[in-house]
Structure formats: structure tokens, C-alpha cells
């Protein structure tokens, strides 16, 4: 039972254009181009209770708009959405007590006060009940390990401490879905990890659905099981993060470990990347030659000491399906 | 009805939380209004310089003059101390950060007006209380209805700022020519509307509505007319209206935006 269904919606913007300098502004100013932006165009999809999806893309591509459409921020040109049964923009405030939204980049916690009091203002606008609140707000403090910082500014909280608090903050009235758009920019590795162990215990403790944007490929390889890329307002690939990896693989490296010099290796499709030693890293092309017969070729070869296959991480699969638009869209 | 009771709810949480916001630098806090209220009284000295010299302007006299100071800087002091972002709607919606009072349950337009308070509009309240009942004699007799005109002037001025400040929403940043509008109202206000020509005094209680700001609720104030009551209450209502209307006719046209922000 889907309990978010997009159909065909689509976002434009028009914005007024510009040319160089004062001149250009003069222009501007008594004869405006007006310039037409498809945010979005016309991108269907349906998401499950309890599915963690990621919408990945490059800046720019629709992610955030996409995003502020389904939670109500943003009227749709056209086309139709429904989360959990209503329509965000209509029944945005009804709709808002189900939902939780954390955005990457705005700060929902007062910046003079320590967060302890925007979480009773946010209970207050969510009319959580006050016991009831102070069970919750329990919960998330030893969830997120945030016990020490309740008290402290927010403006003296590091980036991480206050992303820590943000996700808290969201989830004070308990949302059924969670949308995060870039809940990890800006933040170190530590922390980035931290951030994607609590949303995943959020998803199998809680059964919120998740549904984030990112273009940092890390948060898709662990956090989610599906992913959605978006390029351009169009959604050119749905399916498994392990299926997307499958399709758009097309190389693996091979790093060996020897008891003896390297000679070399002759054969179509196998590219020397690095040699050190008794070290060697290959870059294996796969529609030329399959990984077994260069393995077995190795094997039979060369004394191995030790041997890695590995796939190639995560960023440049994506940056290959950027790469190629015109890839038909894959099923899961 | 429970929705206006969750709207008062609201109301008085982020008046807590703004007091609360404003008391962590108390120095600030204090210098500010003081500050407000020596700019305050400047203005009212040259008035006092005026009327030294002639006994009335066109039948206002300095009590008249001072009741008028008194209505507008309570009620600029409420609108300002209570609904201070509605000064800032332009702003908050040409920068996207809207998009903060949208994705909670409570009414996105009263949300936002009331998570601001300005600091210096105290200093205002506490001068326009003090300007007024020095204009007269035994004047604390007439506070309470002083503090009903100063409730209707508050959200006037309120009103008028949330429709000069959503023009953001169809050309883009109307920042600047908001801050334009608001001034004119409070500057306008401060004079007696009779002292200007007609043709102005049409402009003063329609397009930039000076005159339900200042001159009557001053006249109210010093004599009590029902009719002119009657007709300041509907204006006020009939404002609040529009503002309203307009607001949620931008809101469908609402941009948002990708600026990093944090919240005051």
C-alpha cells in the first residue's frame, strides 16, 4: 500500500533574465526576458510504508523542489501527489502533523536559545501532549546522544550537535515519514556516519519511511535500499541501490597481493592502474572481458599472496548515470 | 473555535520564546529602548517648539498632538513588540524562508508574524502610554479605551505590512519598497489628517491608511463618537481581511529558495 503516489507532477519557474553589467540591468529593467525553468517535469512514483528512498542528483536537478511539493511548500504547475492520502499543498497543516522535514540547510532551532526550547515551542505548535513529551523527548535524547548539548546556545553547538538536534526536533510528534533534504552537507565523515546509523535505527525501530535527498553517494549506499536518480526534473533511473550498481558497473578492480615480481598482464579490457612492488591494482572491463577468466588467468599465473575484487565506489556510478542521460529508466 | 484556541496557544509560546530570545543579552535589550525612547521624544519636541508659537493647528492643540503620539507609538509599539515580523514578510519570503512556517501545523501567516519581536518597540509602548496620559487631565480615566484604539491601530499597521510585504510574492523582492510604505504610514500618521489637502486626506484613509492610525483614534479619543468607532472597528476588521486574502493568493505562487539560513 503505497502512502506516497506522484503522478506526472511538474514545477516551473520563471525567473527574469538578466544580461551583463548596468547596461544589462537597464535593459532588464524596461524590457524583461522572461526565462522559463522546468524544475520538474512530469515525474511519477509511488513509495511504500517503511521504505528508505533515496533521491539522488546533481544541484539543480529537482530534488529540492520535488521535495517542497510533497511536503506542501511548493503549489505543483501540474500533475497530482498524495501522501498518506492527502494532497500536500491543500492540506498542507493537516498533513504537517504526520510528516516530519529536516532541510539540510535551514535551521528550524532558535539560534540564541538552547535547543531544549525550540523542542517545547515545536511540542507546543504539534500540541504533543506534556507528558507524553517528556517520554518522547526522553527517547530522543538517548537515541541521539544529545543529553549533554539540550542546555548549551544553539550558536555554540557544532555543525553535527545541532544536525543531531534538528532530526530530534523533527520527530517530537512522532511522523509517520520523514523527509530529509541533504541531512548530511557539510558535515564531516564521523559525523556523516553517525547521521546515517541514527536514521537507519529511526526506520527499523520506529517503521518511519524516509525519504531524503542527497548527492553524497555515501548516504544512498548506506542508508537506502531504493534510489531514484533525477537529472534534469526527470527521474532516469528507479530501483535497488544493489541493482543500480549491477547496471551501471561495467568495470571492478582488481588489487593482488604477490610472492613474486609483475609481469605484466596481456589481455583486451585489463588496464594497469598501479604497480608498487608485489602490489598491482587492475581496472577490469567487464563487457570486453568477465572478472572470472582474468581472475583465473591470475590464478594460474602468479603466486597470489592476497586478491580484492572490488566495485567502483559509488560516486562514479553515479557520475556515470549523469553522464549518460539518455539511459532508459530502469525497473527494481 | 479550537482552532483559535490553538492560535492564542500559539501566540503566547512565541511570545515566551521571543522575551525569552531578547533577555539572553540583557544590555542590549535595556540601551535599545532606551535608545527608543529619546528618538520618541525628539520627535515630540518640535511639536512643543510649534505650538509655542501658535495656539492651534487647524483645531488640534499640543494635547491633541500629544494624544495622537501616544496612539500611534502603542500601537506601533504593539504590532512591533507582538506581529514584529510582519515588518518583515518581504524579506522572509523573497529569501525562501518561508518554507520553515509551511512545514509546520499551525497557520503559516500568523505563525510568521508572531516569531519576531522587536526589541526597541517596548521603549514605544512605555512612551505612547506615558506621551498619552500627560496630554491631559485626569486621562487614566479614558486607558482602557486608549488601549482598545491602541489594539486596532497595532493591527492595522500589521495588516497594512503584511500586504506591502507580500507583493514579494509577484515581483520578486519587494523589500525595499515595503519598507517604503510602512514608513509612509507611520510618518503620515503622526500628523493631523485635517491639516493636509483633500486630495490627500483621500490617500490617508484609503491606499496608505495614515489617518485609522492616527488621527482617529486620536479624535476618538477625545471625543467619543460611536460612529466613528463603528467605522474604525470595521476598517480594522475589513484590513486584516484583505491582508489575509492576499497573503494566501501569493502563497500558491510561492518560490521558496536554497539560502542557508539560521533562525534568529
Known amino acids: 500500500m503505497p502512502i506516497i503516489t506522484v503522478s506526472e507532477l511538474a514545477k516551473t519557474f520563471w525567473s527574469r533574465e538578466k544580461q551583463r553589467g548596468l547596461r544589462g540591468s537597464l535593459r532588464a529593467l524596461f ?60 492540506e498542507r497543516q493537516r498533513l504537517a502533523y504526520e510528516i516530519g522535514a529536516v532541510f539540510g540547510q535551514k535551521s528550524q532551532l532558535w539560534y540564541h536559545l538552547p535547543p531544549a ?27 541521539f546522544e544529545i543529553g549533554d548539548y539540550l542546555q548549551v546556545p544553539v ?12 532530526i530530534a526536533a523533527s520527530l517530537l510528534h512522532r511522523p509517520r515519514i520523514l523527509f530529509l533534504d541533504e541531512p548530511t552537507i557539510g558535515l564531516d565523515v564521523v559525523v556523516k556516519q553517525r547521521i546515517r546509523d541514527l536514521i537507519l535505527e529511526l526506520n527499523q525501530q520506529e517503521g518511519v519511511t524516509i525519504f531524503l535527498t542527497s548527492h553524497d553517494a555515501g548516504d544512498v549506499e548506506v542508508l537506502c535500499k531504493r534510489a531514484m536518480v533525477i537529472n534534469n526534473g526527470e527521474v532516469i533511473y528507479d530501483g535497488r541501490v544493489s541493482t543500480l550498481k549491477r547496471d551501471y558497473i561495467h568495470s571492478k578492480t582488481v588489487s593482488l597481493k604477490l610472492g613474486q615480481p609483475w609481469q605484466g598482464y596481456d589481455g583486451p579490457g585489463v588496464h594497469t592502474l598501479k604497480q608498487r612492488g608485489y602490489g598491482v591494482k587492475l581496472q577490469v572491463d567487464t563487457t570486453i572481458v568477465p572478472i572470472e577468466v582474468v581472475v583465473g588467468q591470475l590464478l594460474a599465473r602468479y603466486e597470489i599472496v592476497d586478491i580484492n ?8 556510478i553515479i557520475a556515470r548515470i549523469y553522464a549518460s542521460p539518455r539511459e532508459p529508466p530502469q525497473a527494481g | 473555535m479550537g482552532d483559535s484556541i490553538k492560535t492564542a ?4 509560546g512565541y511570545f515566551r520564546h521571543n522575551l525569552m530570545s531578547a533577555m539572553a543579552y540583557r544590555g542590549a535589550f535595556i540601551l535599545q529602548v532606551v ?71 499551525a497557520d503559516p501567516l500568523v505563525h510568521l508574524i508572531v516569531s519576531r519581536m522587536s526589541l526597541p518597540a517596548w521603549g514605544d509602548i512605555l512612551f505612547g502610554l506615558v506621551v498619552f496620559i500627560l496630554a491631559g487631565p485626569e486621562r487614566w480615566l479614558s486607558l482602557p479605551l486608549f488601549v482598545l484604539l491602541g489594539l486596532l491601530t497595532a493591527l492595522v499597521m500589521t495588516a497594512f505590512a503584511v500586504i506591502v510585504g507580500s507583493l514579494s510574492f509577484w515581483i520578486g523582492n519587494a523589500d525595499a519598497i515595503a519598507l517604503q510604505a510602512v514608513n509612509a504610514l507611520t510618518t503620515f500618521s503622526l500628523y493631523p489628517v485635517d491639516i493636509f489637502p483633500p486630495a490627500v486626506r483621500v490617500l490617508l484613509y484609503t491606499v496608505i491608511p495614515a489617518a485609522f492610525v492616527g488621527s482617529v483614534p486620536a479624535a476618538l479619543l477625545e471625543d467619543l463618537r ?18 489575509a486574502g492576499v497573503f494566501y493568493r501569493g502563497l500558491r505562487r510561492y518560490e521558496s529558495g536554497n539560502r542557508v539560513t539560521v533562525r534568529g
Open chain 1, 31 to 90: 524590457r524583461p526576458i522572461r526565462r522559463k525553468t522546468e524544475a520538474v517535469k512530469g515525474i511519477s512514483f509511488t513509495v511504500d510504508a517503511g521504505e528508505r528512498v533515496a533521491f539522488i542528483g546533481p544541484n539543480g536537478a529537482g530534488k529540492s523542489t520535488t521535495i517542497k511539493m510533497l511536503v506542501g511548500i511548493l503549489h505543483p504547475t501540474s500533475g497530482q501527489a498524495e501522501v498518506l492520502g492527502k494532497i500536500p499543498w491543500k
Open chain 1, 117 to 143: 526550547d525550540t523542542f517545547d515551542l515545536l511540542a507546543r505548535i504539534y500540541e504533543v501532549d506534556p507528558s507524553e513529551q517528556r517520554q518522547r523527548m526522553d527517547d530522543l535524547i538517548e537515541l
Open chain 1, 155 to 166: 550558536r555554540k553547538l557544532s555543525l553535527g550537535e545541532r544536525m543531531r538536534c534538528e
Open chain 1, 309 to 316: 575484487v572490488d566495485n567502483p565506489p559509488m560516486e562514479e
Open chain 2, 9 to 12: 496557544r500559539l501566540v503566547a
Open chain 2, 35 to 105: 535608545g527608543m525612547l529619546l528618538n520618541d521624544l525628539m520627535l515630540l519636541f518640535f511639536w512643543w517648539i510649534l505650538f509655542q508659537r501658535l495656539p492651534t493647528l487647524q483645531g488640534w492643540d499640543l494635547g491633541g498632538v500629544m494624544t495622537i503620539y501616544g496612539v500611534v507609538a502603542f500601537g506601533f509599539g504593539l504590532a512591533h513588540v507582538a506581529c514584529g515580523n510582519a515588518f518583515r514578510v518581504a524579506q522572509v519570503i523573497a529569501s525562501g524562508d518561508l518554507d520553515y512556517y509551511l512545514t509546520l501545523p
Open chain 2, 226 to 243: 460611536w460612529q466613528n468607532l463603528v467605522l474604525m472597528i470595521a476598517f480594522t476588521a475589513g484590513i486584516v481581511l484583505v491582508a
